[in-house]
């Protein structure tokens, strides 16, 4: 582990000089690990708190979590230090690995206290039909919460829409082109929710019915179980026990040869791993060292790869890991991305990229960034916490 600490003070220079950069490749280099991985996520916990609201509909059903946009491209593994597109640097796949574990030591570092306060961002890529052509939007969506460390029904949510925009450049053209609408519908269903997106926000607003939601201890999101807080402070920090906590044993599925089977079947993957269990964890107020032991389980899990230095949708510099899932509606295959912090651990943002689909019904182009989730903001405080601020 202390090379692992060099590799992690290494990170904490910024960016990397030559000398940095020759000593951090000698010391990856030398920490080299056979077992290399994929990985990927996208944050389904916190979309379940807020399911109540109208919005939620059309992230639930066709996205799964919910979100989009932004591009980060599926990074391909190369030799160390090639450039990648989008502002990513691949490298080797041992190299790439052990800045990821580099990334947990720096958390294991991280202090907690009394609240976990979190602000975060979820966007999605919407189809919208038009007689002068289809283009695609991004509605998003943020939410404010904090919630207390040591026990249970203490917390309060927050949350507000952003303004639905064209997702690109050419999505823009497409739209001045049918008459720049300022309402968009639910692809899946426009009549019922015709008017379900909005070129106008709406402001910050606390439903009074998530405050304490927490009342009954802390809900794993997709794995159907609450712990109480001390049970959640007490999670093990070696990553194999601690999988086995967030692992719910589950029957394989029987092959199906019939196209709507499919279409509905529940995603695999290494990738859907990674979906359940971020959103198995997202948003708790876990323990430095517990986060730390996530991300080491998330590294060593087979078919989850790490790809290297990226750019998070936000444009923040992160590590990754990156895995493939397939199935759930359209039985598509999407690349699924969790992105870290190299120098505190955090959570910076997981990314959905489409591959393929067999029924491509929201016509998405391969290398789209259906859905993304980034937490802008995570810090813990000794205070109790108030409101967001208005802006």
Not at 349 to 375: M, Q
Request: net charge positive; hydrophobic share 35%; glycine share 8%.
């Amino acid at each position: 582990m202390d090379e692992l600490r060099m590799v992690a003070e290494l990170l904490d220079e910024g960016g990397p000089s030559p000398r940095v950069t020759a000593a951090g490749r000698e010391g990856l280099h030398r920490l080299a690990h056979p077992a290399v991985d994929e990985v990927g996520t996208r944050r389904a916990g916190r979309l379940g708190r807020l399911a109540r609201r109208p919005f939620r509909i059309g992230l639930g059903l066709g996205l799964v979590a919910a979100a989009a946009a932004t591009a980060v491209a599926i990074a391909a593994l190369g030799p160390g230090g090639v450039p990648g597109t989008g502002g990513e640097v691949t490298l080797r796949a041992d190299g790439a690995k052990q800045m990821v574990l580099a990334a947990a030591t720096q958390a294991e570092r991280q202090t907690d206290d009394r609240y976990l306060v979190t602000h975060s961002r979820d966007c999605h890529a919407e189809p919208v039909r038009a007689k002068t052509g289809n283009y695609f939007v991004q509605p998003c969506w943020e939410m404010w919460r904090w919630q207390a460390r040591d026990r249970a029904n203490d917390s309060a949510i927050w949350s507000r829409d952003l303004p639905a925009r064209p997702q690109t450049a050419e999505d823009e053209k497409l739209w001045k082109r049918a008459g720049s609408p300022t309402t968009f519908p639910y692809h899946d269903d426009p009549k019922a929710l015709p008017k379900l997106y909005r070129t106008k926000p709406t402001p910050w607003k606390e439903d009074p019915s998530d405050r304490n939601e927490n009342e009954k201890g802390f809900f794993l999101m997709g794995l159907g179980r609450t712990i109480t807080a001390q049970e959640l402070q007490n999670l093990p920090t070696d990553p194999k026990e601690l999988e086995k906590i967030l692992t719910r044993p589950e029957r394989a599925p029987k092959p199906s040869t019939n196209p709507r089977a499919r279409r509905h079947s529940k995603p695999t993957g290494p990738g859907q791993k990674i979906v359940e269990m971020g959103s198995a964890v997202s948003g708790l107020p876990l323990p430095p060292k517990v986060w730390a032991a996530f991300i080491r389980m998330l590294a060593d899990t087979p078919g989850i790869q790490a790809v290297g230095r990226v750019t998070d949708p936000l444009g923040r510099p992160g590590v990754a890991l990156e895995a493939a899932r397939t199935g759930g509606p359209m039985n598509k295959t999407s690349m699924e991305r969790i992105i870290f912090d190299p120098k505190t651990g955090a959570l910076l943002a997981e990314v959905s990229t489409f591959v393929k689909a067999e029924d491509n019904e929201r016509n998405y182009r391969p290398g789209t960034v259906t859905s993304y989730s980034a937490n802008i903001e995570t810090r813990w405080t000794g205070s109790r916490p108030t409101s967001p601020k208005r802006d």
